[in-house]
Every structure is written in C-alpha cells, then in structure tokens.
C-alpha cells in the first residue's frame, strides 16, 4: 500500500483532530506525534496552525466537490441523503462535522479560517439548494421555502444532531433526525 506524502497525512491527522477537539484543542505535538515527524517539520509543510486549518478546508471543499460531482445520477431524494449518510462517519468514530468543530470557535478564529469555513459552508449551501431545486421541480420536495434557506436548515439540523448524540450516544434518535429531514423537504407539518 503506497503511503500518502507527509502534507496530506498532515492535513488527515489535523482533520480528526480538529473534528474531536476543535480548533483550539488541536494541539501540534500531537499532531506530530501522530505522524511521528518532529512538531518543527510541521512547518516546513504549514508556517502555522492557521494555515494548516485554511488548508484542511480548502481540502475537504475539494474532496465534497469531488464526491457531489460524483452523485449526479442519483434522484434529488439519494443525494440528500448520500449528504446526511457523511455524517454517520463522523458519529461513529466519536467526531462532529467540520461545521460542528469550528462552529464552537467561530468568532475566535482567525479570519482567514473564518473565510474558508465561509467557502464550504457556502459550497453546501448552494449545493445542496440545487438539489433541492430538482427535488422540487420534479415533485419530489415541498415548494413553499426557499432553497438555500432550507439547505441552510438542514446542515443546522445535522450538526445539532451530531451534538446531541455525542452527548447521548442514541443512534437510534440520530436515524430518526436523518429521516425526519428527508420527510421535512417532502411534506407541510
């Protein structure tokens, strides 16, 4: 199996760390630790934590522009939940979305992590607004709310859901925020 090069196992490393901590738990020893390089050579690959963090979202926008592209055969309702099935992942091995993580550190993060956390908030948004679009005009979805509003409430729902089963561990209620979701872009309350 071909190792990945010392920048990306940075960036994976970074990224579990940062989804089971947050930004300011991110510790770097850790991280090196981790990959077992010494904390300085860290920075021949990122000058800073800030920049590892601009560069991790960076990265995981690509690898999401990269997995929607790849969904374009399925129905407006297999995508939405293609998107709400990446959250299993993260439940499972103990961690939150990269919306949860940096959400908790907002307006103390640097502005420039605060810009890119903007860019795949806003490559979601828009993303999943165009689904849901579809979903509409094809009559699959409800038409009575706004696109991006309700693709904005869906990721508020996912990552209140992470949040509540991280602190109950009830998969079994997490499931159902998934599937209650689904039927909220398909029927009036």
């Known amino acids: ?52 963090a601009v560069a991790l979202l960076q990265d995981y926008l690509e690898g999401f522009r990269t997995w929607s592209e790849g969904l374009g055969g399925l129905s407006p309702e297999s995508r939405i939940k293609a998107f709400l099935g990446i959250y299993d992942e993260y439940v499972v091995d103990g961690k939150v979305c990269p919306h949860a993580a940096l959400a908790l550190d907002g307006p103390l993060l640097p502005s420039s992590i605060q810009d890119a956390y903007r860019s795949l908030r806003e490559a979601q948004v828009v993303w999943i607004g165009q689904v849901i679009r579809e979903g509409v005009e094809s009559g699959q979805f409800r038409n009575d709310l706004e ?23 009830d998969r079994v209620r997490f499931e159902e925020m998934k599937a209650d979701i689904v039927r909220s872009l398909k029927k009036f309350h």
């Open 1 to 52: 199996m071909l190792e990945l090069p010392t920048s990306k196992r940075i960036l994976k490393e970074a990224q579990d760390l940062i989804q089971r901590r947050g930004f300011f738990g991110l510790s770097l020893q850790d991280l090196a630790d981790r990959i077992q390089i010494r904390k300085p050579s860290l920075y021949a690959h990122y000058d800073s934590k800030e920049a590892l």
């Open 147 to 169: 696109y991006s509003a309700q693709a904005e409430r869906l990721i508020q729902q996912m990552v209140g859901a992470q949040l509540g089963f991280r602190v109950t561990g």
